[in-house]
């Protein structure tokens, strides 16, 4: 069974750091792409940061700079590093994974999700 367990959100102060993790079970993660999606309330879910199968990556606009994706796939673990927080990148928090090689922010085209780990950045 596969199962992505998200973790390592929480509350910072704008310009502040944190570091998401998903731990992946069920499957070798090297084979797949992972990305990372956010919700906020009221909106929709936003792609974030995705990693294909060859490390190639994708950033959303909003973030380029800030964030970095990365994976471990000797451990089956994805990483979300954020810098320079704003008050804007408060949401839920989801790591994702599908079954093709390719990078994409496309939501609709994960199938598996984890839990979501919830970050908080206030001013």
């Known amino acids: 069974q596969v199962q992505l367990v998200d973790s390592g959100g929480g509350s910072v102060q704008t310009g502040g750091s944190l570091r998401l993790s998903c731990a992946v079970y069920?499957?070798?993660?090297?084979?797949?792409?992972m990305g990372w999606f956010r919700q906020a309330p009221g909106k929709e879910r936003e792609g974030v940061a995705s990693?294909?199968?060859?490390?190639?990556?994708l950033y959303v606009e909003s973030v380029k700079g800030r964030f970095t994706i990365s994976r471990d796939n000797a451990v089956n673990m994805v990483y979300l590093q954020m810098n320079s927080l704003k008050v804007e990148d408060t949401a839920m928090y989801y790591c994702a994974a599908r079954d093709v090689w390719g990078a994409t922010l496309d939501a609709s085209l994960y199938k598996y999700w984890g839990q979501g780990t919830q970050v908080t950045v206030s001013s």
């Open positions: 990693v294909s199968g060859s490390d190639f990556t």
């Open positions: 069920g499957f070798t993660s090297s084979a797949k792409s």
